[in-house]
């Protein structure tokens, strides 16, 4: 058995979660409770031009929607996102059954496996959303997905994570230098990344209120679709969108902030 000591342990375990389902801490999102099943193509149809290697979100109305994403080697990889009930909806259990029955449900996705092979396994994640309730106690920080993960539909979760680690670094290197390793450290860390979580909350449980349209949000004002912009690719930090989520709130029903992720600090 080898033992490691060290001042300061970064959890970047990822989705593994490691810390906080040792400590008891994930609580998943009541409100995304979603499944995916995903498989491999190759073959399939690429859009001509810049758009080759674009990432593509295919919605299904109240239902969920399909992730397209064009690999190298002549790969796409291709989901599908729903809730567990419409899914597995009695029919059958076979997750290669219930892809190509979903297939058929959006036509722009048939269009392009059709002259794809499908190749390896069908692969299935459950309930993937969950904040975790704390950042860090005194010599553990959460960085990334094992801090917490919002479903992915607009991939920001990748620029997040990213932008966590930039941030707790900022934070540890003068903790490490000072010989301060206690969780009131990364206070601040727990709430810049608690604002920039909630922000991306707001904007994918508005994609799923069936009442709501990006069209009708950007034709209420200007600043709208850069602010938009700003959220979708993640730019979230340090930054406040009242007036878009004031107008966001006219068209979907946005959640009320949790206050998940801070950091738990001694008495």
Not at 3 to 8: E, G, H, N, V, Y
Not at 38 to 58: F, I, N, S
Not at 141 to 169: C, H, Q, R, T, Y
Request: charged residues 30%; proline residues 3%; negative net charge.
């Amino acid at each position: 058995e080898l033992r490691l000591i060290a001042p300061l342990v970064v959890d970047a375990s990822g989705r593994d979660c490691f810390a906080a389902i040792r400590e008891q801490w994930m609580e998943r999102d009541p409100m995304l409770r979603k499944i995916s099943i995903w498989t491999y193509y190759k073959g399939a149809m690429r859009d001509p031009g810049l758009d080759e290697g674009a990432t593509t979100v295919a919605y299904l109305p109240g239902k969920g929607w399909f992730w397209y994403i064009p690999l190298s080697g002549d790969v796409v990889s291709v989901g599908i996102v729903a809730e567990h009930e419409y899914l597995y909806d009695g029919s059958t259990k076979d997750l290669e059954e219930i892809f190509s029955r979903e297939i058929k449900n959006n036509a722009w996705i048939e269009r392009h496996l059709a002259t794809g092979e499908q190749f390896g396994e069908y692969f299935v994640t459950g309930e993937f959303s969950y904040r975790n309730k704390f950042c860090a106690v005194d010599g553990l920080v959460l960085a990334g997905d094992a801090l917490g993960f919002i479903d992915p539909v607009f991939s920001s979760g990748v620029f997040l994570a990213l932008k966590s680690g930039v941030m707790l670094a900022d934070v540890a290197d003068p903790a490490l230098r000072e010989g301060d390793l206690s969780a009131s450290r990364f206070e601040d860390y727990g709430k810049r990344m608690r604002d920039s979580i909630e922000t991306m909350r707001k904007i994918v449980y508005a994609f799923y209120d069936e009442n709501f349209s990006f069209k009708d949000l950007i034709m209420k004002g200007d600043q709208m679709r850069s602010d938009l912009t700003d959220c979708l690719v993640g730019n979230v930090d340090d930054k406040e969108f009242a007036e878009l989520f004031e107008a966001m709130s006219e068209l979907a029903e946005l959640p009320e902030p949790i206050e998940h992720g801070l950091a738990k600090v001694s008495a």
